[in-house]
């Protein structure tokens, strides 16, 4: 159960252990920083418990994912999970979502309401709750009924960063389940295989992250910023040969770290072929070619250095 999760070893066996033992409490509080796995978990229990394959009373295996419950809760269509935020109670509210600040008694009221009626379709409904930190002090004891008194087959889970906030009688009544930061090769790996950053790449903003995917993905971008200013470094200006050499020499470490460089200068190069299509036809044909040499295991320095000169030699 749970393999499509990142590390969290003690919270998905506590989880497992309760859905194994069909002793799956109505409210929890998934506690940890953002970006580590607490919504991807919640989740994929909602598609554990909802699965129309694989029964959880039966078998460990975890949900199926492909059945019309698993593709519904994958596509956020499933009418018995119900994701309450504040891009939901903007929605409510018929406000901003940036104005959004706190967890109002009106989203927990318009949630109640659901709460009440029969499940649609699934044997379970779930209700996300997020970030619950943030619920008013009317919010929180209005929900209190609701975690005093739930309706069978109904789960609640509270997302939240840290308990200071809320009150200790909605945290009584739920089940808290901790999560931790991600070891730091977890998620180089994650990088490597979810966006093909090169090994080097990937560890150096795997050990900036916190532990946070999330932080990592923003990290990412802007490491690919980082290549997306080469193109206008090359194309601003006559650089040096040596100039340009050194420009070459900061990219190549490895073949993958070359062909990301090599694919975002492609996209930079294509947004310019659009405006300008006949100053910038030789510069896509080269970097067509050079994608064709580093996929034929040309060295991949030789064909960054020979890209860059080309496409700074094009410049008038
Ligand atoms: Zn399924």
Redesign the pocket.
């Known amino acids: 159960m749970f393999k499509s999760i990142i590390a969290q070893n003690k919270a998905k066996t506590i989880i497992s252990e309760q859905i194994k033992n069909n002793k799956i409490p109505h409210g929890y509080i998934f506690m940890g920083e953002d970006g580590i796995g607490k919504n991807t978990t919640a989740i994929e229990f909602v598609?554990i418990l909802n699965?129309?394959?694989?029964d959880y009373t039966k078998t460990d295996v975890g949900?199926?994912?492909?059945?019309i419950?698993?593709e519904q809760i994958n596509k956020g269509s499933y009418p018995d999970l119900h994701i309450i935020n504040f891009a939901k109670q903007a929605e409510i509210l018929e406000e901003d979502v940036d104005k959004q600040k706190t967890l109002k008694i009106d989203t927990i009221r318009y949630m109640q309401k659901n709460v009440y009626m029969k499940a649609t379709e699934g044997k379970w409904k779930v209700f996300i709750l997020e970030p619950a930190e943030k619920m008013t002090t009317a919010a929180a004891n209005c929900l209190l009924k609701t975690l005093e008194e739930p309706p069978e087959n109904t789960i609640i889970i509270l997302i939240a960063k840290h308990k200071e906030t809320i009150p200790i009688t909605i945290v009584s009544r739920a089940q808290t389940v901790f999560f931790q930061p991600l070891p730091t090769n977890e998620i180089a790996n994650y990088l490597q295989q979810q966006h093909s950053l090169s090994i080097e790449n990937s560890v150096k903003i795997a050990n900036l992250s916190d532990g946070s995917i999330e932080k990592a993905e923003m990290l990412m971008l802007n490491t690919q910023n980082e290549y997306s200013s080469l193109w206008s470094e090359l194309t601003s200006k006559k650089l040096a040969a040596v100039d340009i050499l050194n420009k070459s020499k900061s990219v190549s470490k490895d073949r993958k770290s070359v062909v990301e460089a090599v694919n975002i200068i492609t996209e930079s190069a294509i947004k310019n072929f659009r405006r300008e299509p006949y100053k910038y036809t030789d510069i896509i044909e080269k970097l067509t070619e050079s994608k064709k040499y580093l996929n034929q295991n040309v060295n991949p320095n030789t064909v960054l250095d020979d890209l860059f000169i080309y496409i700074n030699s094009k410049i008038k």
């Open positions: 598609k699965c129309t394959i694989n949900a199926c994912n492909h059945c419950a698993c």
